[in-house]
C-alpha cells in the first residue's frame, strides 16, 4: 500500500508489482479454466469411447510430439534465465534469451504446421469424408486433438508477440533490473503455455 | 465508520471529474478516460440503452401474447424475440448493471483508493461490453436474422439453424471477456488497494459483495467461454464436440453451460445483495444486523452456487445419485441467502425506516426476492421441478429473483447514487410515484406467470389454449403498467440531470460510509487525503431512539 500513488492516478500510473503478479495470477486461473473446460469433454469422450479412442490415438506421431514437448521445456528455461539476467542487470543477456525463448517458440509451431499437414494429407480433418466413415469416437478424438492443440498453437502465437514486446521493452529500458514485472509476468505466462501442453502431450500422444 | 479527519473532501476547491481537464477533451476526455468513475458513467450509458431495448423485445413479446394465435408476428419471430430479450437483459444488463456501473464507480471510493488496481484494463473491459453488445445488435440487421435459439444455446438446433447464432455466441463470448477483466479487477483491487486502516471486517458490505462477484466473474467465465467457443468451432469448421451426428454428446454441452450459467446467476444478484445491506441501515438509522454473518453468506453464496449447476437438467436425465447431491445443495444455498433476508429484516426491527426512493426500491427487493427464492427453493424438489420444468412457472421465478432481485436494487441504487455521481437531485415525490407504479406493474406482470405455470403453461410458446387467456391478458396488462412506471422513473431522472436542483451537500441521506464524506460531486482523484478508517462500517452511534428503547 506503500506504493499507492499520491497523486494523480491517470499521468502517473503507480506501481505495485504485487499487485499486477496478483492480477497475473488470477487471469492464468482463467486460462486453466478455459483449458479444464476442454479437458473436461475430453475426459468424458475418454470414458464413453475408450476403444475407438485408443485406436485413434495410434495415429498421431508420439517422437515429433516427444520432439515438440523438449523444445517446449527448453523455451520455459530460456525464459525463466531471461529474467535472471535481467534481475542481475545484464540486459543483452536478457534479450538475446528473450530471442532465443522466440524461436524455439517458432520451432514448436513449425513442427506442429508439419504434423498437421500429414494429418490433412491423410484425409484426417474435421468434416472430411474419411474422418466422417470413422466410428464416432475417432470423430470426436481428432475434433478435440485440432480443436485442443490448436489453441494451444494459438496460445503460442500469442506468446511470441508477447515476448516480441518484451525484447522492445528490454531494449528501451522500460523492463530494467529494478523494474521488470512486466518480463515476469510473460514468463509466468509462458510457463502456462507450457505447463498445457505437458497435461496435451501424455493425453493425447503417450495414452494409446 | 468514523475517520479521524473531518473534511477529507475539498470542500469544492478542486473541479469535480466532471468538470476535470485531462489529456484530451469533449467526448475523447470520456471515452479515453482510465479514471474509473467516468468508466463507471460510460457503463451507465451504455448499460441504459441495451436496457431499453431489452425491454422493447419484452414489450413485444408480452403483447404477442395478450390473445391466443398469432397476434403481431409469427411463431419465428417470437423465436427471435424471446433470443434477444434474453441475450440482451442476460448478457449486456443484469450481469454488468451493479458492478460495472456502481462497482467501478464507488468500489474505489468505499475503500479509500483513488482508483482500481488496472485502470487501462478498465477501460478495455468497456470496450469489449461495447464490441459484444453491437455484435448482438449486429445480427438482428445482418440477413438470416438473429438468433432464434433462446439465450441457452442448446445443441443440436444451435449448429442447424440457419439464423445467425454465431454473431450471438461470439458477442456472448467476448462480454464474458469483459466481465473477467472486471473481476480480475476488483479482486486485485480489493486486496490491494484498501486504505491502510481498512482491515476485511472494515469494509462496507458491498464491498464484501462485490469481492465475491469478482471471484465468480474469474473463475466461472471462462467455462462459458470455452463451451461457446466450442460451438462455433462446431458449428464453423463441423469438428465433432456435442453434435449427436458427429458422435458428441448434447447433455454434455448443457453441463458445461450451466456450469457457468448457473454461478452467473449469483454474479447477478450478489451486488444487488450488496446494495441493500448498503442502504438499509443507512435508511432504518440502525447498526445492520449480522454484519459478519452477511459477508460471510456473500462468500458461501459464491461456494455453493458454483456446486448446483445441473438441476436446471433434472429432465434431461442423470443417476439418482447424481438428481439427490444436485438436490440437496440446491436447498443448501437457499440458507446464506435466508441469512441475508433475516438479517436485513433484523436490521429494520426497531429502527427509524425513513422511506426514501431508495428504501422503498429495497423493501420491495426483499419482498420481490422472497416469492422468487422460495419458488426456487420449490424447484430444487425433483418432482416438482419435473412437473413445472419449462412451464411459465419458472419465467415467473426468475423474473422475481432477477428483476424483482437485482433490477430493483439497481433502481435502488440509482436512487441513492445518482445524486451523489452527477450532484443534481431528482424530485423525490415523482420517484415515489413511479416506485409504487413499478410495483405494481411487476407483479401484474409476473404473478400470472406463476400461476398459469403451474397450471401447464409451458414457456417460450407464442401461442396458448383458451383457459390461459385471462392470465395472459393481465400479464401484458402488467407490462404496460411497468413501463409507464420506468418511463416515469427515467423521465426523473433525465429532468433531475438537465434542470434539476444543484447540490453540494457531501453527505445525502446520512450514510456512514465514506463516499458521503468526500465532495458532490466526486473531485478527479476521489480524496484530498487518504482516510484513516477507525471503526467498521454502520455504526449509528447518533440513533439514540433505537438504543433508549432497548433498554426499556
Same mark, same amino acid.
Given at each position: 500500500?506503500?506504493?499507492?500513488?499520491?497523486?494523480?492516478?491517470?499521468?502517473?500510473?503507480?506501481?505495485?508489482?504485487?499487485?499486477?503478479?496478483?492480477? @497475473?495470477?488470477?487471469?492464468?486461473?482463467?486460462?486453466?479454466?478455459?483449458?479444464?473446460?476442454?479437458?473436461?469433454?475430453?475426459?468424458?469422450?475418454?470414458?464413453?469411447?475408450?476403444?475407438?479412442?485408443?485406436?485413434?490415438?495410434?495415429?498421431?506421431?508420439?517422437?515429433?510430439?516427444?520432439?515438440?514437448? =523438449?523444445?517446449?521445456?527448453?523455451?520455459?528455461?530460456? =525464459?525463466?534465465?531471461?529474467?535472471?539476467?535481467?534481475?542481475?542487470?545484464?540486459?543483452?543477456?536478457?534479450?538475446?534469451?528473450?530471442?532465443?525463448?522466440?524461436?524455439?517458440?517458432?520451432?514448436?509451431?513449425?513442427?506442429?504446421?508439419?504434423?498437421?499437414?500429414?494429418?490433412?494429407?491423410?484425409?484426417?480433418?474435421?468434416?472430411?469424408?474419411?474422418?466422417?466413415?470413422?466410428?464416432?469416437?475417432?470423430?470426436?478424438?481428432?475434433?478435440?486433438?485440432?480443436? =485442443?492443440?490448436?489453441?494451444?498453437?494459438?496460445?503460442?502465437?500469442?506468446?511470441?508477440?508477447?515476448?516480441?514486446? =518484451? @525484447?522492445?521493452?528490454?531494449?528501451?529500458?522500460?523492463?530494467?533490473?529494478?523494474?521488470?514485472?512486466?518480463?515476469?509476468?510473460?514468463?509466468?505466462?509462458?510457463?502456462?503455455?507450457?505447463?498445457?501442453?505437458?497435461?496435451?502431450?501424455?493425453?493425447?500422444?503417450?495414452?494409446? | 465508520?468514523?475517520?479521524?479527519?473531518?473534511?477529507?473532501?475539498?470542500?469544492?476547491?478542486?473541479?469535480?471529474?466532471?468538470?476535470?481537464?485531462?489529456?484530451?477533451?469533449?467526448?475523447?476526455?470520456?471515452?479515453?478516460?482510465?479514471?474509473?468513475?467516468?468508466?463507471?458513467?460510460?457503463?451507465?450509458?451504455?448499460?441504459?440503452?441495451?436496457?431499453?431495448?431489452?425491454?422493447?423485445?419484452?414489450?413485444?413479446?408480452?403483447?404477442?401474447?395478450?390473445?391466443?394465435?398469432?397476434?403481431?408476428?409469427?411463431?419465428?419471430?417470437?423465436?427471435?424475440?424471446?433470443?434477444?430479450?434474453?441475450?440482451?437483459?442476460?448478457?449486456?444488463?443484469?450481469?454488468?448493471?451493479?458492478?460495472?456501473?456502481?462497482?467501478?464507480?464507488?468500489?474505489?471510493?468505499?475503500?479509500?483508493?483513488?482508483?482500481?488496481?488496472?485502470?487501462?484494463?478498465?477501460?478495455?473491459?468497456?470496450?469489449?461490453?461495447?464490441?459484444?453488445?453491437?455484435?448482438?445488435?449486429?445480427?438482428?440487421?445482418?440477413?438470416?436474422?438473429?438468433?432464434?435459439?433462446?439465450?441457452?444455446?442448446?445443441?443440436?438446433?444451435?449448429?442447424?439453424?440457419?439464423?445467425?447464432?454465431?454473431?450471438?455466441?461470439?458477442?456472448?463470448?467476448?462480454?464474458?471477456?469483459?466481465?473477467?477483466?472486471?473481476?480480475?479487477?476488483?479482486?486485485?483491487?480489493?486486496?490491494?488497494?484498501?486504505?491502510?486502516?481498512?482491515?476485511?471486517?472494515?469494509?462496507?458490505?458491498?464491498?464484501?459483495?462485490?469481492?465475491?462477484?469478482?471471484?465468480?466473474?474469474?473463475?466461472?467465465?471462462?467455462?462459458?467461454?470455452?463451451?461457446?467457443?466450442?460451438?462455433?468451432?462446431?458449428?464453423?469448421?463441423?469438428?465433432?464436440?456435442?453434435?449427436?451426428?458427429?458422435?458428441?454428446?448434447?447433455?454434455?454441452?448443457?453441463?458445461?453451460?450451466?456450469?457457468?450459467?448457473?454461478?452467473?446467476?449469483?454474479?447477478?444478484?450478489?451486488?444487488?445483495?450488496?446494495? &441493500?445491506?448498503?442502504?438499509?441501515?443507512?435508511?432504518?438509522?440502525?447498526?445492520?444486523?449480522?454484519? $459478519?454473518?452477511?459477508?460471510?453468506?456473500?462468500?458461501?453464496?459464491?461456494?455453493?452456487?458454483?456446486?448446483?449447476?445441473?438441476?436446471?437438467?433434472?429432465? &434431461?436425465?442423470?443417476?439418482?445419485?447424481?438428481?439427490?447431491?444436485?438436490?440437496?445443495?440446491?436447498? &443448501?444455498?437457499?440458507?446464506?441467502?435466508?441469512? $441475508?433476508?433475516?438479517?436485513?429484516?433484523?436490521?429494520?426491527?426497531?429502527?427509524?425506516?425513513?422511506?426514501?426512493?431508495?428504501?422503498?426500491?429495497?423493501?420491495?427487493?426483499?419482498?420481490?426476492?422472497?416469492?422468487?427464492?422460495?419458488?426456487?427453493?420449490?424447484?430444487?424438489?425433483?418432482?416438482?421441478?419435473?412437473?413445472?420444468?419449462?412451464?411459465?412457472?419458472?419465467?415467473?421465478?426468475?423474473?422475481? &429473483?432477477?428483476?424483482?432481485?437485482?433490477?430493483?436494487?439497481?433502481?435502488?441504487?440509482?436512487?441513492?447514487?445518482?445524486?451523489?455521481?452527477?450532484?443534481?437531485?431528482?424530485?423525490?415525490?415523482?420517484?415515489?410515484?413511479?416506485?409504487?407504479?413499478?410495483?405494481?406493474?411487476?407483479?401484474?406482470?409476473?404473478?400470472?406467470?406463476?400461476?398459469?405455470?403451474?397450471?401447464?403453461?409451458?414457456?417460450?410458446?407464442?401461442?396458448?389454449?383458451?383457459?390461459?387467456?385471462?392470465?395472459?391478458?393481465?400479464?401484458?396488462?402488467?407490462?404496460?403498467?411497468?413501463?409507464?412506471?420506468?418511463?416515469?422513473?427515467?423521465?426523473?431522472?433525465?429532468?433531475?440531470?438537465?434542470?434539476?436542483?444543484?447540490?453540494?451537500?457531501?453527505?445525502?441521506?446520512?450514510?456512514?460510509?465514506?463516499?458521503?464524506?468526500?465532495?458532490?460531486?466526486?473531485?478527479?482523484?476521489?480524496?484530498?487525503?487518504?482516510?484513516?478508517?477507525?471503526?467498521?462500517?454502520?455504526?449509528?452511534?447518533?440513533?439514540?431512539?433505537?438504543?433508549?428503547?432497548?433498554?426499556?
Amino acid at each position: 500500500l506503500t506504493t499507492q500513488a499520491q497523486v494523480h492516478s491517470t499521468e502517473h500510473v503507480h506501481r505495485d508489482d504485487v499487485g499486477a503478479r496478483l492480477g @497475473m495470477w488470477l487471469f492464468l486461473f482463467t486460462e486453466l479454466i478455459l483449458f479444464g473446460g476442454m479437458f473436461l469433454v475430453y475426459s468424458v469422450y475418454r470414458f464413453t469411447h475408450q476403444a475407438e479412442f485408443h485406436i485413434a490415438a495410434k495415429e498421431l506421431n508420439t517422437i515429433v510430439g516427444t520432439f515438440n514437448t =523438449m523444445i517446449l521445456l527448453t523455451s520455459s528455461m530460456t =525464459m525463466a534465465l531471461s529474467i535472471v539476467a535481467i534481475q542481475r542487470a545484464n540486459k543483452r543477456l536478457s534479450i538475446f534469451f528473450q530471442f532465443l525463448t522466440i524461436l524455439l517458440a517458432v520451432f514448436f509451431l513449425v513442427n506442429k504446421y508439419f504434423e498437421w499437414s500429414v494429418k490433412f494429407h491423410h484425409g484426417i480433418y474435421p468434416g472430411s469424408e474419411t474422418l466422417l466413415n470413422e466410428k464416432s469416437g475417432e470423430i470426436l478424438f481428432f475434433g478435440l486433438y485440432y480443436v =485442443m492443440t490448436g489453441l494451444h498453437g494459438l496460445h503460442v502465437l500469442v506468446g511470441i508477440i508477447l515476448i516480441s514486446v =518484451m @525484447m522492445r521493452f528490454t531494449s528501451k529500458g522500460v523492463i530494467k533490473h529494478d523494474d521488470y514485472i512486466k518480463l515476469e509476468n510473460t514468463g509466468l505466462y509462458w510457463h502456462l503455455v507450457d505447463i498445457i501442453w505437458i497435461f496435451l502431450f501424455p493425453l493425447f500422444y503417450l495414452i494409446t | 465508520m468514523t475517520t479521524d479527519s473531518v473534511a477529507i473532501g475539498t470542500n469544492g476547491q478542486e473541479p469535480s471529474y466532471l468538470e476535470y481537464k485531462g489529456k484530451h477533451k469533449g467526448i475523447l476526455g470520456w471515452i479515453l478516460s482510465t479514471d474509473h468513475k467516468r468508466i463507471g458513467i460510460l457503463y451507465l450509458c451504455s448499460v441504459l440503452i441495451f436496457f431499453f431495448t431489452g425491454v422493447v423485445f419484452g414489450f413485444l413479446m408480452r403483447l404477442e401474447l395478450i390473445s391466443p394465435g398469432e397476434t403481431i408476428v409469427t411463431a419465428q419471430t417470437y423465436n427471435k424475440f424471446f433470443t434477444l430479450h434474453g441475450v440482451i437483459m442476460i448478457f449486456l444488463f443484469i450481469i454488468p448493471a451493479i458492478p460495472a456501473i456502481f462497482g467501478n464507480f464507488f468500489l474505489p471510493i468505499l475503500i479509500g483508493a483513488k482508483d482500481v488496481a488496472f485502470p487501462r484494463l478498465n477501460l478495455l473491459s468497456w470496450y469489449l461490453y461495447i464490441t459484444g453488445g453491437l455484435l448482438a445488435l449486429l445480427s438482428i440487421v445482418m440477413p438470416g436474422g438473429p438468433a432464434d435459439t433462446g439465450w441457452t444455446f442448446y445443441i443440436p438446433y444451435s449448429v442447424r439453424t440457419d439464423t445467425n447464432v454465431i454473431y450471438a455466441l461470439m458477442a456472448a463470448f467476448i462480454l464474458g471477456f469483459s466481465s473477467i477483466l472486471t473481476g480480475l479487477n476488483f479482486v486485485t483491487t480489493v486486496h490491494r488497494l484498501r486504505t491502510q486502516s481498512m482491515s476485511w471486517f472494515k469494509m462496507p458490505l458491498s464491498v464484501w459483495s462485490f469481492y465475491a462477484t469478482a471471484w465468480v466473474q474469474v473463475l466461472a467465465t471462462p467455462i462459458i467461454g470455452i463451451t461457446l467457443l466450442l460451438v462455433v468451432i462446431e458449428r464453423v469448421l463441423h469438428v465433432g464436440i456435442f453434435d449427436p451426428a458427429l458422435g458428441g454428446d448434447p447433455v454434455l454441452y448443457q453441463h458445461l453451460f450451466w456450469i457457468y450459467s448457473h454461478p452467473a446467476v449469483y454474479i447477478m444478484i450478489l451486488p444487488g445483495m450488496g446494495i &441493500v445491506s448498503e442502504i438499509i441501515p443507512v435508511f432504518a438509522h440502525r447498526t445492520i444486523f449480522g454484519y $459478519k454473518f452477511i459477508a460471510f453468506s456473500s462468500i458461501a453464496i459464491a461456494l455453493f452456487g458454483s456446486l448446483v449447476w445441473a438441476h436446471h437438467m433434472f429432465t &434431461v436425465g442423470m443417476s439418482d445419485a447424481g438428481e439427490f447431491i444436485f438436490s440437496l445443495l440446491t436447498m &443448501v444455498v437457499a440458507i446464506p441467502s435466508a441469512i $441475508k433476508v433475516f438479517n436485513w429484516t433484523a436490521t429494520l426491527y426497531k429502527g427509524s425506516i425513513e422511506l426514501a426512493p431508495p428504501m422503498l426500491y429495497i423493501l420491495a427487493f426483499i419482498f420481490l426476492f422472497s416469492i422468487g427464492g422460495l419458488t426456487g427453493v420449490m424447484q430444487g424438489v425433483i418432482a416438482i421441478d419435473i412437473q413445472v420444468h419449462d412451464t411459465s412457472f419458472i419465467v415467473g421465478h426468475f423474473h422475481y &429473483v432477477m428483476f424483482g432481485g437485482t433490477g430493483f436494487a439497481f433502481f435502488a441504487a440509482l436512487h441513492y447514487w445518482l445524486p451523489k455521481m452527477f450532484g443534481h437531485m431528482y424530485n423525490i415525490k415523482r420517484a415515489k410515484i413511479a416506485f409504487w407504479i413499478i410495483f405494481f406493474g411487476f407483479n401484474f406482470l409476473y404473478f400470472p406467470m406463476l400461476i398459469m405455470g403451474w397450471l401447464g403453461m409451458p414457456r417460450r410458446y407464442y401461442d396458448y389454449l383458451p383457459q390461459f387467456h385471462p392470465y395472459h391478458l393481465i400479464s401484458t396488462i402488467g407490462s404496460w403498467i411497468l413501463i409507464l412506471g420506468l418511463i416515469i422513473m427515467f423521465t426523473n431522472f433525465f429532468i433531475a440531470l438537465r434542470r434539476g436542483e444543484k447540490i453540494t451537500k457531501k453527505n445525502l441521506w446520512g450514510g456512514e460510509t465514506l463516499e458521503w464524506q468526500i465532495d458532490t460531486p466526486p473531485t478527479h482523484e476521489n480524496f484530498d487525503e487518504i482516510p484513516v478508517v477507525q471503526d467498521y462500517p454502520y455504526v449509528y452511534k447518533d440513533n439514540e431512539i433505537a438504543v433508549e428503547e432497548e433498554k426499556v
